[in-house]
Structures are given as C-alpha cells and as structure tokens.
C-alpha cells in the first residue's frame, strides 16, 4: 500500500468577525486557497481527483456544496469534483483525513483536503433555523442534555480542578507564542496574501488580525463569565469567532515522484471517536491514546502538538491526561490567539503543524481537536527529509 504523502499546505490568514476579510464570500476565499495550494505545488488542476472541503455552517453562502462550487470558481476544469462535509469543528482535519484515506485505499491518487469558514457573513448555528422542531431531535434530548459547548467547557474545568486564573494563564501565553509568531515571520511561509476589495477601497491581507501584541492579563481579568455567573470561562479564554480557510495537497508518494514532487510529509495514523455528548468536549484525550496506538507510537515520540485550543480547559485536561509536554504543545499559539473558523481549523493544524516541523527540524507532530455532540479527531504526521 502506498504512502498518503502531504506535498503543499497552505492557508489564508485568519479574519476576526466584521474584520478585514469579512468583504470576502466564503466560497471565494476557498477559490482563492484552492488555486494556491496547485499553484504553489506547481501541479495541474486537472490532475486532482477529488476536493474534500470542511464548512460547518452549510447555509446562505456556505450552502449548496461550497466544495463544487468553490472548485468551479477557482477555475479547474469542470471534470474535478467537490464535496462538502461536516463532522462540526473537525471538518476540516476530518477533510484532510478523508483525502488521505481516497489515496490510501488506491481510489485515487491526489485529493485536497480543506476547510472554509466565514463566521462573519455565515453566523454558528444559522443552519439551524427552518421549518420543523429545530435540528436537535427530542429523541436525542431524552437520552442526553445537550448544552451549549461553553457550559461543557465549564463542566471540564470544575470536573479537572482550573481556576480562572489558570485559564486566563494559558489564554496569555497563547497570545504571547502567536504575538512572537507573527513577529519573527514563522507563518510567513503557510500564509498566502488576498487582495480584499471593500467600499472602493483594496487591501491585502496576510497577517491574523485577533491576536493581541502584547496580551493583557489585566483586561482578561476584568472580562466577566461567559456561559455561567459564577464561571470561569470567558470570551478571553475561549477561541475567537473568525474567518478563513486552509488546504492540504494530498497524494501518492508515487503520484509525487511521478511528477517530480517532493513529499515534505507522510500521514503516519489517524483516528477518529466518540466521547460522552455532555461534556462534550474531552475527545482528544481518547483520539490522542487512539491514534499512537494505530502508528504503534508513544508521547515521547511526538515532537509537536497543534491542539485546538476551542476553550482553554479542553487543553489543559488534554494535557493533565495525556501527561504532554505544554512546550511541544501549539507552539506558535493557538485558536484562543488566532481565531477558529469552524470548518478551516482542522486543516489549518495541520497546515501550521507541517510547517513548524520543518522550522524546527523534527520528526513527529500530532494534531488533534474537541468536536461537538461528544467527538475527537486526531491525526500524525512524520515530516520527510530529502
């Protein structure tokens, strides 16, 4: 069986809400990463056998298979297919996971695998207005209470002991590690510039708008709690509601050699499960135990962890469970820093894991998120040097 090779990943910079990408439609700005990520690996459009695109909020903009619509915009030929899918804020790693999986079981030999989500011009949770009793069935209500993830993340910080000053301490430091990314150029590489046109005015936009240079752990203190009166998880300590989109060139290693690409990763394992619906949140811990166990590796082994940081709690249970090493862990920030735009954050990890593995010259990174109704996602990648 042959390699699931990573040959180009790229991604936009990530907008705030009603920020500096927000004039941009979504399926425009997955045109736009689309050509990029073929661009930049110096490959045919028409060779792609499929477009796996991750999109959470599936309406207005974001509907009608943005992954088609997205391909035909970028302007490959009509004979390159696209599909749209959603495993919540997974969609974009499961995007990734899924190209890899057409090209390991040899039904196809270069897919991409990406994510896109406008959270400014497509609201979370606009998908679920219509006609009927909503989207959450009474039956599924009998069996478990479905809650807000907010009030999950509250039920992980009580059940593990985190203090907001404890959360308000990882929300810091994650600013700080993206503030000092930005600074030295470290996405310089995995960011690709959009011209963005608004109120006849134009602009380009490549560096993530929502990360404080410098944070203040003063002003995160003063923010009050977010889902519960006496909680401690507030809009400082949770990921920020964003834009943007990220792409992973998927294929063969013989694929790659064939047109004398040069394979910059293999996708080593993968692995995807369900956690408990109410507290919602803690599926990287058995995601992470999962897929070491598929690519018979140990913690020890992984040199670089991109763990979505969805609220600062889900990490630091993560951790406390995992025993990881906090500085192998979202080395360059994470999305409390720079922004989760659902259906992309998956791909970006893996994007931003890729390119930081060969900064840093290592070997091993794992990626893995918390997905909604009781999830996790997890996969690892081994950089190749040649």
Known sequence: MSDAVIVEAVRTAIGRRSGRLSPVRPDDLLALTLREVVNRAGVDPAQVDDVVVGCVTQTGEQGMNIGRAAVLIAGFPIEVP??????????????????????????????IGAGVESMSRVPMGSDALGPGEGPVSPKLTDLFEIIPQ?????????????????LDEF??????????????????????????????TSYSFETDEG????????????????????????AGNSSQISDGAAAVLVMTAEKAKSLGLRPRA?????????????????????????????????????????????????????????????????????????GHPLGASGARLITTLLHELERQDARYGLSTMCIGYGMGIATIIERLKN
């Open 82 to 111: 696209g599909t749209t899918i959603n495993r919540f804020c997974g969609s974009g790693q499961q995007a990734v996971n899924f190209a890899a999986q057409g090209v390991l079981s040899g039904a196809q030999d270069m897919v």
């Open 150 to 166: 907010g009030n999950s993340a509250e039920m992980i910080a009580k059940k593990w002991g985190f203090s907001r000053e404890q």
């Open 171 to 200: 929300a810091y430091q994650s600013h700080l590690k993206a503030g000092q990314a930005i600074q030295e150029g470290r996405f310089s590489r995995e960011i690709f510039a959009i011209d963005v046109k608004s109120n006849g």
């Open 211 to 234: 990360v404080r240079i410098p944070p203040s752990r003063e002003k995160m203190a003063q923010l009050k709690p977010s889902f519960q009166e006496d909680g401690v998880v507030t």
């Open 266 to 338: 293999r996708i080593v394992a993968q692995a995807i499960v369900g956690s408990e619906p109410t507290i919602m949140l803690t599926g990287p811990i058995p995601a992470t135990q999962k897929v070491l166990k598929k690519a018979g590796l140990q913690l020890k082994d992984i040199d670089l962890f991109e763990v979505n940081e969805a609220f600062a709690p889900v990490v630091l249970a993560w951790q406390q469970e995992t025993g990881a090493d906090m500085e192998k862990v979202n080395y360059n920030g994470g999305a409390i820093a720079l």
